[in-house]
């Protein structure tokens, strides 16, 4: 079955960096769009930068120019490197794949999202 993973969380300063990676397993034959979102306490899941699978991508307002997606086919890994951190960037981020798999042993060959377990950004102030 297919899973997709986060990593690199973490408690940063206003004004750092971290890395997000998000790998995908499983019994994959194709990974179409990928895509960040994060949703902070008291409010809606936001979308923040979706990279499709020729590697066009699209970002927020507010993380332009700070956020960089990118991913590598090869690995079915999704990175999002996080520069110029604000308090305001605090969220708990969550990934999103289109994946052509099979979501069970044996299964058909379908074509759906999934969404992984989420990785918490504390940005102190």
């Known amino acids: 079955q297919v899973q997709v993973v986060e990593s690199g969380g973490g408690l940063m300063q206003a004004g750092g960096s971290l890395r997000l990676s998000c790998a995908a397993s499983g019994s994959i034959s194709s990974i179409n769009a990928m895509g960040w979102y994060r949703q902070a306490p008291g409010k809606q899941r936001e979308l923040v930068a979706i990279i499709s699978s020729d590697g066009s991508t699209n970002y927020a307002d507010s993380v332009k120019g700070r956020f960089t997606i990118s991913r590598d086919n090869a690995k079915n890994t999704m990175y999002l490197q996080m520069n110029s951190l604000k308090p305001d960037d605090t969220a708990v981020y969550s990934c999103?794949?289109?994946?052509?798999?099979?979501?069970?042993?044996?299964?058909?060959?379908?074509?759906?999202?999934?969404w992984g377990q989420g990785t918490q950004v504390t940005v102190s102030s």
């Open positions: 999103y794949a289109n994946i052509f798999g099979r979501s069970v042993v044996g299964g058909p060959l379908t074509s759906r999202g999934y």
